[in-house]
């Protein structure tokens, strides 16, 4: 067995301490198996003079060279041949360009390891019979956003009697279904069975904001619950702040903010983060978090920097350590006050400014002209 | 905020205004015309009694230091006095502004009196990318003789409205010529209401706000860009001296590389990467000490997003074949291909191979983004590199650390603003 392998059956999902010998065992496995088996991301780590040997102890994890996302959104990188490739993902693509990910069988068995750690640790799998809204696409073959699996795959976390759809796949597009999604919660409220609901934040602010808007207020069951997915960056957008989210979501559905939980992801860092009951982000057993300042070097807790996730989970893509495009900061696990001792990140929003004052122009306008086409 | 007669209004008070706009600028049109000796007058007021320190606050919020502030407003001082203005009257629309001048065409029997005059009503669509510059824009047009209407930009700190009321304070006749909304780009119903009463937009910005712009204005309506521009500089071997490179670093840092006159990278004349490299190394050292000296405080945000886009950049070197010199807080990354792009910015330059006799071949394709190019040459290679860029579309050569400094009758982007805002009419009478 792998050390990777170990690693994601472990059942401790926050004891960093006692599995740290064997993350750093797992992570140079899978850093030699990306060198051996994908050309450019050896030929990414030796253009940055990095040499396995450098890494000794947990505290070395830095100078393994992360890759920017950015840069997987202009190239994908595989390790393995394409024949390996299961479940294929891809990044909502906000900002135009998007990320591939693919996962491979080794790296699916991990995920499968890690979700049902997860879950259990996190108390959200049910025997309890429940009903489904699901705030994003219903799932049709056509469509590989990152997103839509996730939430179709966290409907059997407890046994689903229905599941509504935001948006329904007619067969050849999709339809925005509120008035579904209205019909099903009224029905729901009189079944008494507990509901779960999954999406974006911001997506789950609309129909609340609906739901009040056509006067609807329900009692849902009370072991009900919210998972929010996608972490923060819609909310930055909409500035919507939690503590608002969470009144309204007790004025119209019933549910408080005790009852909403969130997680974060990213395509190229498929760990699933769950929220404490305090909304933090604990790292589990199967990452490690590194804040990094401008000069790429790492910094300590409390101060903010770039974000750059480490995990072994991936056979299928050199995704080993990855740097979001995130300011983020890591504060000990003891700052938090659950009882969880594993040090949890918050994410500050994206790097840049939105409203960055220039009028050179941009790379966007050019770019026409250095394909070749006309201005 | 919105600004109506030197009055505040809020967004209920706007759509009143809206209601009888028409009407309001048919009386305004009625009067005499404006004239800019009221406009040079209301300046030289706002100018006498400038409270310095609330504009260095605003711009210190904004990032700015103390120093860096102050010269922005002496350089604003030189550029609002009424020597400037006059100057600029007389060098952008003749001696005879205003006055009508009588003539008799050759060939005709007639006598014809042309007369320059406003275009009428601006609407101006202003960009966020320079705080003060909404206001910079309407007293061009008020300078003209023309009715303003202002749409600001959203992310419009106030400092346009402050400027305004003090004009209206200083020369109250101006408050019938000043109006300014708050609508959202978004906004179309609200926006097309005001382009329909205009005689011509202004329009600041990129290419998507023109586009968008260029689809609600009807095809009679004059549409006037301002659009976003890109500059460079061009280093010929034997002008890479001392003084020049400090001049390059001067505009990277004191710009951050984001104005349209910014230089985003430095083209060389040669073919040979060795002598790019070299010239990285040589000028490394220069840009390190002109960012030390650095007097804009940068946010971690942007910080952090250069160092992302340069370390992306260094990996992107394994396909690219470019090559990064990194120096503190700053950067060169030298390319071997021939195309001209948006650097990181703040602190991070390209240097590219380009080059004389490609010159016209490479640059051309960019010939309506072309502003500023900063040429570091030879006395006797001016003439002929200035005019082959030229051709390129570039409208302005200079030195280096002078690419974004400006001077008073200065074409803006190849183009007297004054003669844009202004027409010319004539009266044909039979000869005596």
Redesign the interface.
Same mark, same amino acid.
């Given at each position: 067995m792998s050390y990777a392998s170990k690693l994601f059956c472990h059942r401790k999902i926050y004891d960093l301490e006692n599995t740290n010998d064997l993350f750093l065992h797992a992570i140079l496995e899978n850093v030699k198996h990306h060198m051996n088996n994908c050309p450019?991301y050896a *030929?990414?780590v030796a !253009?940055?003079g990095f040499a396995v040997e450098e890494v000794k102890t947990i505290e070395d994890l830095y100078k393994i060279p992360p890759?920017?996302t950015?840069?997987l959104k202009? !190239?994908t990188l595989y390790s393995v041949s394409p024949k390996h490739l299961m479940l294929k993902s891809t990044t909502s693509g906000t900002s135009g360009k998007v990320s591939e990910m693919a996962l491979d069988w080794p790296s699916s068995l991990r995920g499968i390891g890690m979700i049902k750690g997860m879950f259990f640790t996190n108390k959200l799998i049910s025997p309890r019979l429940t009903n489904y809204v699901v705030l994003g696409y219903q799932p049709a073959k056509r469509n590989k956003i990152g997103a839509v699996k996730t939430a179709y795959a966290t409907t059997y976390a407890a046994p689903a009697v229905h599941r509504v759809y935001a948006l329904k796949d007619t067969g050849t597009e999709y339809v925005l279904n509120i008035e579904g999604i209205k019909k099903a919660l009224i029905r729901y409220e009189k079944s008494g069975l507990p509901v779960r609901f999954m999406g974006f934040p911001a997506y789950f602010m609309f129909l609340l904001k609906e739901l009040s808007d056509s006067g609807i207020k329900l009692t849902l069951h009370p072991k009900s619950l919210i998972l929010l997915a996608g972490g923060w960056k819609q909310f930055l957008a909409e500035k919507v702040d939690k503590p608002t989210l969470y009144a309204m979501s007790k004025e119209v559905l019933g549910l408080g903010g005790d009852r909403i939980r969130e997680f974060f992801g990213a395509v190229e860092h498929p760990i699933a983060y769950f929220d404490c009951p305090n909304h933090h982000f604990h790292v589990p057993i199967y990452s490690r978090v590194i804040i990094r300042d401008?000069?790429?070097q790492p910094v300590g807790y409390g101060v903010? $920097?770039?974000l750059n996730l480490i995990t072994p989970m991936m056979t299928s893509m050199p995704f080993v350590s990855v740097?979001t +495009?995130d300011?983020a900061v890591l504060h000990p696990g003891e700052e938090c006050g659950c009882g969880n001792r594993s040090p949890y990140f918050e994410i500050l $929003?994206?790097? $840049?400014?939105a +409203? #960055? *004052?220039?009028?050179?122009?941009?790379?966007?306008?050019?770019?026409d #002209?250095?394909k $070749?086409g006309a201005? | 905020m919105n600004l109506v007669h030197g009055e505040i209004l809020d967004a209920k008070g706007c759509d009143n205004v809206l209601d009888h706009l028409e009407q309001d600028i048919l009386d305004t049109l009625g009067k005499k015309r404006l004239d800019p000796q009221i406009v040079i007058a209301a300046c030289d007021k706002v100018l006498n009694n400038l409270d310095e320190s609330v504009y260095i606050q605003t711009m210190n919020e904004l990032g700015m230091n103390e120093s860096l502030s102050r010269s922005y407003i002496s350089e604003a001082r030189q550029m609002f006095s009424k020597e400037s203005l006059l100057h600029r009257l007389t060098v952008e629309l003749s001696d005879d502004y205003g006055k009508p001048v009588t003539f008799r065409p050759i060939f005709k029997e007639f006598s014809v009196t042309q007369q320059t005059v406003p275009l009428g009503v601006l609407l101006h669509i202003a960009?966020?990318?320079?705080?003060g510059l909404p206001a910079f824009s309407i007293l061009e047009g008020l300078l003209t003789g023309n009715i303003n209407i202002l749409k600001l930009p959203?992310?419009e700190g106030g400092i346009s409205v402050r400027l305004l009321l003090e004009f209206i304070k200083a020369e109250p006749v101006l408050a019938d010529y000043i109006y300014v909304f708050d609508y959202s780009s978004r906004d179309i119903e609200h926006i097309e209401k005001l382009i329909s009463v205009a005689d011509a937009v202004v329009v600041?910005g990129?290419?998507e706000a023109v586009s968008a712009l260029r689809r609600m204005i009807p095809p009679n309506t004059k549409m006037i860009e301002w659009?976003?521009?890109?500059?460079f500089a061009y280093v010929t071997e034997q002008a890479v001296t001392a003084a020049g490179l400090e001049g390059l670093a001067k505009n990277i840092v004191e710009t951050g /590389? =984001?104005?349209?006159s &910014?230089l /985003?990278g430095i083209f060389l004349d040669t073919n040979d990467m060795e002598k790019v490299y070299e010239f990285c190394g040589q000028f490394l050292p220069v840009l390190e000490a002109a960012i030390c000296k650095r007097s804009q405080d940068i946010?971690?945000?942007? /910080? &952090? /997003?250069?160092?992302?886009?340069l %370390?992306?950049e260094?990996?992107?070197?394994? %396909?690219s074949n470019s090559r990064v010199f990194r120096g503190s &807080?700053c950067s060169l990354i030298a390319y071997p291909d021939k195309? =001209?792009?948006?650097s990181i910015?703040f602190g991070n330059a390209w240097v590219r191979p380009l080059p004389r006799t490609e010159l016209l071949s490479t640059l051309r394709? %960019?010939?309506? %983004?072309l502003q500023t190019a900063g040429l570091l040459c030879g006395p006797s290679e001016l003439p002929i590199l200035s005019d082959m860029l030229f051709k390129t579309g570039v409208v302005r050569v200079c030195p280096g650390e002078n690419m974004s400094l400006t001077y008073c009758g200065a074409p803006h982007d190849g183009e007297y603003p004054l003669r844009r805002y202004t027409k010319i009419v004539d009266i044909e009478r039979e000869s005596e």
């Open positions: 450019e *030929k990414i !253009h940055c890759i920017p950015v840069f202009n !190239h401008v000069n790429l903010p $920097g770039l740097m +495009d300011l $929003g994206r790097v $840049g400014l +409203d #960055i *004052k220039t009028c050179a122009a941009n790379a966007s306008e050019l770019l #002209i250095k $070749g201005s | 960009a966020g990318n320079a705080d959203a992310a600041w990129g290419k659009g976003h521009k890109i500059s /590389q =984001l104005l349209c &910014s /985003q946010g971690i945000g942007i /910080q &952090s /997003q250069a160092a992302l886009k %370390y992306a260094e990996l992107e070197g394994i %396909y &807080s195309i =001209l792009d948006t910015q394709p %960019y010939k309506n %983004y």
